[in-house]
């Protein structure tokens, strides 16, 4: 399966998934790691260049016979330069590092760097829930609620950071949000700041099994797996506050698609992908009241590749890299 | 000058502005009627002929000479079948109306339609404010606040309904707007809204002398001068409802280039151009609390073209119109 192999590997906060995929974008083989808590830049390469060894192991090629590696990442992305920049989820990665370079040189073979969100929106266009829309808005509702625009075919990035619905005010003077600000939608339905919410509830003295489930399940966060067994058991602060991230979510995407007017909305990221279709219905109804043009909604689809998207995505980046 | 003159009709719910252009667009005869607000479609239609007829008379050409006439309409537009359907503002016009071949035949010339923000927007991108930026923001602060979008050099026009930044979300829950949805950007920074407000508060017993000063200067509405007056004046009630909509503005159009990432946002519309340069600031300075990337805010413009912008703006519709 060699020829036309290409690498992709989603640089996250907390996991490295990488892929390996054939000529058609089917994955071949895959890995993941833990991304370090500790050192800095260099090691998360260097973890990263392990991970995506192992996933070319499983799909029986060499790193240096892939055509090229795709990378998604946070931070502040110069694709042309290869470096990654202030990615503050990662560990001492507060300045600019070449990240292109320093796993090239290990892999034997170019690496490409794309937008972590940028790069799931653009699989699922390709490939997966967006497939045949040309206007497209995708939201990653996971830690934080990350969104990738699409418009006439073309991912569009603005001057590098366009996609930030996570930070649309859904409520001036609101709550507080991991990034500082007042109000942002990513205050009500990330799953940093619902945990956050969560442990000052339980503080206060409101019931919930949430971390009773978190200590079970040996966790130390409330992952998408927890919150969605939470709901199962019917636990009333986790149902109070999926429930307000949906209305949040409603209200944020609404403003995102009468601004932008785009054919569809694709969501994914852990608590998407985890909840599933009935939760992209609910999200849906949550938009309508808030639809200017209410009489022609756009199609709200659950992303289809799953957890991993993104790193599927990265892997489109290498398309035509040598 | 009758070659390369065209005509503008910007079509308002309380005027119609009409301008002869010459082929570098400069103003050459304008006129402007008050908009019907009674009768229907055609009675609109015959005020905006002779409305430009009077145009053409101040510029010296005869209608039929004119390359075209561009309209820039309220209500949903059909450029290719010259219709306008649902335009609310306007007297009798709930359903679908033959605009470009009605006014077209009284005209003796070519007329095309485009949204009224759009085209305001796409005028201060050729001529006025937005020179010079490939990607750009128009908010357009009136009676209702529209907003119109530039990405790429290009209108982006969505399935023919974008830029609908009035009805951002601002406040989930919040006051109801004159669109019916609540907690609208509208709901707090529209004129109309904020008229509304004015008198729901005078009524209540809060002192203000905006409607003293409204009968005074022999309106029957509060006006962007009579707000400006008021202001002047040091109105109480006047600078709480302002200060309300401008930080309203601030967390809308924040969220717009949270998601966009455009290079600039101009400011138009009756309000923004009543108040001028000052207030732009006000707005640029209540954005920033929510700019997601504020190290690298927008620039943010007073619209240049003024109370013209949208009959300017319309002309440029008809450049190579036959």
């Known amino acids: 399966m060699t020829r036309g192999a290409r690498g992709g590997i989603d640089l996250g906060g907390t996991k490295i998934q990488t892929v390996v995929v054939d000529a058609d974008s089917n994955v071949r083989g895959e890995a993941r790691h833990p991304t370090p808590t500790s050192g800095g830049p260099q090691d998360v390469a260097d973890v990263m260049a392990s991970a995506l060894r192992e996933a070319a192991d499983a799909a029986g090629v060499e790193p240096s016979a892939l055509i090229g590696v795709g990378i998604g990442s946070p931070g502040a992305i110069d694709a042309s330069a290869g470096t990654v920049s202030g990615a503050r989820n990662l560990p001492g990665w507060e300045g600019t590092f070449s990240l292109a370079a320093a796993l090239g040189e290990q892999l034997g073979t170019p690496v490409l760097l794309g937008n972590d969100v940028q790069v799931a929106t653009d699989a699922e266009v390709a490939l997966g829930a967006g497939r045949g829309y040309r206007s497209l808005l995708g939201v990653f509702w996971g830690t934080g609620v990350g969104g990738g625009i699409v418009l006439d075919g073309n991912p569009w990035l603005g001057r590098g950071a366009a996609g930030e619905i996570g930070h649309i005010v859904i409520r001036r003077g609101g709550r507080r949000c991991p990034c500082g600000r007042h109000g942002c939608l990513e205050a009500y339905a990330g799953r940093a700041a619902m945990e956050a919410r969560a442990r000052e509830k339980h503080a206060e003295g409101h019931k919930t099994d949430l ?112």
């Open 211 to 322: 971390f009773k489930l978190m200590e079970h399940h040996g966790r130390t966060r409330l992952t998408s797996g927890i919150w969605a067994r939470a709901l199962e058991h019917g636990d009333k602060l986790a149902t109070e506050l999926i429930d307000e991230a949906v209305e949040a979510l409603g209200a944020g995407i609404a403003s995102a698609v009468n601004l932008l007017d785009c054919e569809a909305v694709v969501i994914g990221g852990g608590l998407g992908v985890r909840f599933g279709e009935p939760m992209a219905e609910r999200i849906a109804a949550a938009m309508q009241p808030h639809l200017f043009v209410d009489e022609h909604p756009p199609d709200v689809r659950l992303a289809a590749l799953g957890d991993l998207g993104g790193a599927v995505g990265a892997a489109l980046l290498a398309r035509g890299a040598r």
